[in-house]
């Protein structure tokens, strides 16, 4: 394999045979993303009033805490992969590096919060906090 | 991380030296707002959760950074407010013609010209529907 020019250096390898795979999980998350987040925007619209006692009532049912947890999932997971492609974009070197490792960093540690929250919440609603 | 890009030649100018047209102003906002969304938004959204689940003093403590004390939102809370709900609504609308342009579609000149601009069109009016219907409920 060639050593002198960039064309030298990467022919002969190959596809990576896994380019679309970001691609297409994107789009599934975006799907996703879609209905999660009209029905969020949509609950929280048509909500009577916006007071904890209220709030924690309505993530107490099944039917609020599930889908909020899906969306944390789908929207944490889309956004991770869009800043990741952003980052590859304008990035380079070292930053590129730090960024996407910091950017594993935030999507996991507001994931977990997100959905632990959701679940306290769910689980406690009505007892003495 | 290799950089293999000879740093001598120069890239190209594009965002200096190109005519502003619908379609790149649907491609960058949708970046922008995908980024904003995805740190501001993810900040707020996990902070208010994280707020209801501590309890509501807790809860109380975020609200109040968006209220006033008559319970109406403050300045920042439609900055905010209205500015994720802007943001969401053109970053869906971009992203349901972007599924178009994944297929293959759309990408004669005057439907493509049209739907870029559309999207700005939905995401303003969408925003103000939402709006208005808050504002409505919460006067009402």
Do not use: C
């Not at chain 2, 407010?81 to 013609?97: D, E, K, P, Y």
């Amino acid at each position: 394999m060639g050593n002198g020019t960039e064309l030298g250096r990467v022919r002969g390898l190959g596809s990576a045979h896994e380019g679309a795979h970001g691609w297409w999980h994107h789009k599934i998350s975006a799907g996703s993303n879609l209905v999660l987040v009209l029905w969020f925007m949509l609950s929280v619209a048509l909500l009577p009033a916006y007071d904890h006692a209220t709030i924690s009532a309505w993530l107490a049912q099944p039917w609020a805490a599930v889908p909020l947890i899906l969306l944390v999932v789908s929207v944490f997971y889309h956004f991770h992969h869009g800043l990741t492609v952003v980052i590859e974009d304008y990035q380079h070197d070292h930053t590129r590096f730090v960024l996407l490792l910091l950017l594993k960093y935030f999507t996991i540690a507001t994931a977990t919060l997100a959905i632990f929250s959701i679940l306290k919440i769910a689980f406690t609603a009505g007892a003495t906090l | 991380m290799a950089n293999v890009r000879n740093s001598a030649r120069p890239l190209s100018p594009h965002l200096s030296i190109w005519k502003w047209g619908p379609s790149m102003a649907v491609s960058i906002v949708h970046r922008v707002t995908g980024s904003g969304m995805a740190t501001v938004g993810t900040i707020l959204f996990v902070w208010w959760l994280g707020a209801l689940a501590s309890g509501p003093a807790a809860y109380g403590a975020f609200i109040d950074l968006f209220t006033l004390s008559s319970g109406k939102l403050n300045i920042a809370g439609y900055i905010v407010g209205i500015g994720l709900t802007l943001s969401f609504f053109q970053h869906m609308a971009s992203g349901v013609r972007h599924l178009f342009l994944d297929v293959g579609a759309n990408f004669e000149l005057g439907g493509n010209k049209r739907t870029a601009l559309a999207t700005f069109v939905i995401a303003i009016v969408l925003t103000a529907g939402f709006w208005a219907f808050l504002l409505e409920k919460s006067n009402g």
